[in-house]
T-cell receptor, first 111, second 115 residues
Framework: GDSVTQMEGPVTLSEEAFLTINCTYT??????LFWYVQYPGEGLQLLLK???ADDKGSNKGFEATYRKETTSFHLEKGSVQVSDSAVYFC??????????WGAGTKLIIKP | GAVVSQHPSRVICKSGTSVKIECRSL??????MFWYRQFPKKSLMLMAT?????????EQGVEKDKFLINHASLTLSTLTVTSAHPEDSSFYIC???????????FGPGTRLTVL
């Protein structure tokens, strides 16, 4: 079945560092891909999404490109801030809108 | 965007009691809602798909008699944890897809603690 694999955390970076969180997927069809963020003590928020190959989702300085050839959707940000500390989830959605989740990656940004 | 609310946000109950969690779509109609459970430092586990006007579809390993789901209207789904035990303590999250947005919107979650 469909699955999502993302890099294990925690990922610890200094403020203003470059961030990459890897995400790869397996799917039989053509899923939509998502990154969700969960800040401490809060619910899930959609960070960005891409619905077809070569689409780039972006929001709040974060970017991810839907790469069908490598089945990847890596999350990147050029300069992280302490406020970016959170858990990031990669997910794909099938035609029934069910989400298949990655395990989550905890990001810690130190000042 | 669309808004999904959950109530209560936190609940503490004694072992053996039942707890009802409500999930509401505030500004759209949801024929389908999803219920998830999130364990500490873990990803979300899909428990069931709630369907308005019909029975919920449960994922493998989820006890339907323990986690009762009712989707009586297009804006409300409820999850009742019956005869709760400490191992049921968890963070329960609901979501609803909005087709026009091609995405799901999540409630803020309910923290259940069973003593």
């Amino acid at each position: 079945g469909d699955s999502v694999t993302q890099m294990e955390g925690p990922v610890t970076l200094s403020e203003e560092a470059f961030l990459t969180i890897n995400c790869t997927y397996t799917a039989t069809g053509y899923p939509s891909l998502f990154w969700y963020v969960q800040y401490p003590g809060e619910g899930l928020q959609l960070l960005l999404k891409a619905t077809k190959a070569d689409d780039k989702g972006s929001n709040k300085g974060f970017e991810a490109t839907y790469r069908k050839e490598t089945t990847s959707f890596h999350l990147e940000k050029g300069s992280v801030q302490v406020s970016d500390s959170a858990v990031y989830f990669c997910a794909l959605s099938d035609s029934n809108y069910q989400l298949i989740w990655g395990a989550g990656t905890k990001l810690i940004i130190k000042p | 965007g669309a808004v999904v609310s959950q109530h209560p946000s936190r609940v503490i109950c004694k072992s053996g009691t039942s707890v009802k969690i409500e999930c509401r779509s505030l500004d759209f109609q949801a024929t389908t809602m999803f219920w998830y459970r999130q364990f500490p430092k873990k990803s979300l586990m899909l428990m069931a798909t709630s369907n308005e006007g019909s029975k919920a579809t449960y994922e493998q390993g989820v006890e339907k008699d323990k986690f009762l789901i009712n989707h009586a209207s297009l804006t409300l789904s409820t999850l009742t944890v019956t005869s709760a035990h400490p191992e049921d303590s968890s963070f329960y999250i609901c979501s609803a897809p909005v087709i026009s947005y091609n995405e799901q919107f999540f409630g803020p979650g309910t923290r259940l603690t069973v003593l």
